[in-house]
């Protein structure tokens, strides 16, 4: 009976082999198809998350030009506030992020990890150092407990944080994790750099005339505007106002404009300021009222101020200003 034993133990052990062998190639089917799977659906993920905007420029160079019916005149830019203006600041970095960064790393970018500190008497620092005084975005010495910041640094609540490399001349700063902002810390810290290194010691009258000077040039030309087509209908807005953006668009076409005409403020149109922002934006707004409201709007983006041979001889002559001080014989590349 041996032998028959024997065998009967042999064809088991094969028996359970195969089994074991079977249930090993299953499982590894298994996770090669999930990490397949997980790649794949995180690629598609990806490459939804990062779509690219509406061609617009591709519009912009094919429209037709031609206005149909009622036509107002929007136009759109971006433009610096002349007095610090947090939100502003807030709102432009939201816009670099989505503009500039890709998903998933914009999620790292918009973190609220807490509250951006900076001493102001070292906002340039790029190296840790021993602060005196602590503010945060409101320009507060203080947290909402009363305790002040500098003393929350003593107890070893508040780290430095260094600049990033990838930022061009970045400085460091400081950051309380006891609590969050309710903002992204690094928007906190954009604002606290425009308060101290920009308005407070960068610009000696600490204001910028961007806005009050690009309002002189608007009047002059819708004043033009005015005088060739009496009655036309127009508004400016501000990429870093979204509230009054989206009002003054309605209300162009509540008061039943037919063809809106969009322009920029900027000499040159770009995509990060106008195809991807000021126009792209206008154009949603447009087509969120159309559905609204089932009537079609035309829109037609107009040629940028450079065009206009006024802009062209200003910049022109600002180019031979630099030039003459160059010395005789220089070569410029």
Known sequence: HLPTSRAFVSVSERSNQTHGEQRV???????????????????VLYKYKNRPPEDLYAYYLSQDLTPKGKTGVFKIGLTTREELDPTWWYN????????????????????????????????????????????????????????????????????????????????????????????????????????????GHGIKQHKIPAHYQTQRINDIAFKMLEEKYPGVPYYTADTMDPY?????????????????????????????????????????????????????IKIIIAPPMGYQKPMREGYQLIMKDKLDTLPAGADVK
Do not use: C
Not at 34 to 43: E, N, P, S, W
Not at 245 to 263: F, N, P, Q, R, S
């Open 92 to 199: 432009i970095y939201q816009h670099v992020v989505h503009a500039r960064i890709p998903w998933p790393v914009s999620n790292r970018a918009m973190a609220d990890q807490g509250i951006a500190l900076m001493d102001p008497e070292h906002f340039y620092a790029t190296e840790e150092f021993v602060p005196t005084k602590l503010v945060d975005r409101f320009g507060s010495e203080r947290d909402m407990d009363a305790v002040p910041y500098i003393e929350k640094y003593r107890q070893g609540l508040v780290k430095w944080v260094p600049p990033r490399p990838s930022v061009h001349l970045d400085t460091g700063d400081w950051l309380y994790t006891g609590r969050q902002d309710g903002i992204p810390t690094q928007a906190g810290k954009r604002i606290n750099i425009a308060k101290y290194r920009y308005y």
């Open 244 to 296: 009054q953006w989206h009002k003054k668009i309605y209300d162009l076409l509540d008061g039943g404009v037919e063809t809106l005409v969009l322009m920029s403020p900027m000499t040159m149109y770009s995509d990060y300021e106008d195809f991807h922002n000021g126009f792209l934006h206008s154009v949603e707004i447009v087509r969120e009222w159309e559905a609204e409201n089932d009537r079609g």
């Open 25 to 43: 190639k299953k499982f590894l089917i298994g996770l090669i198809s999930l990490l397949v799977a997980v790649v794949i659906g995180g690629y």
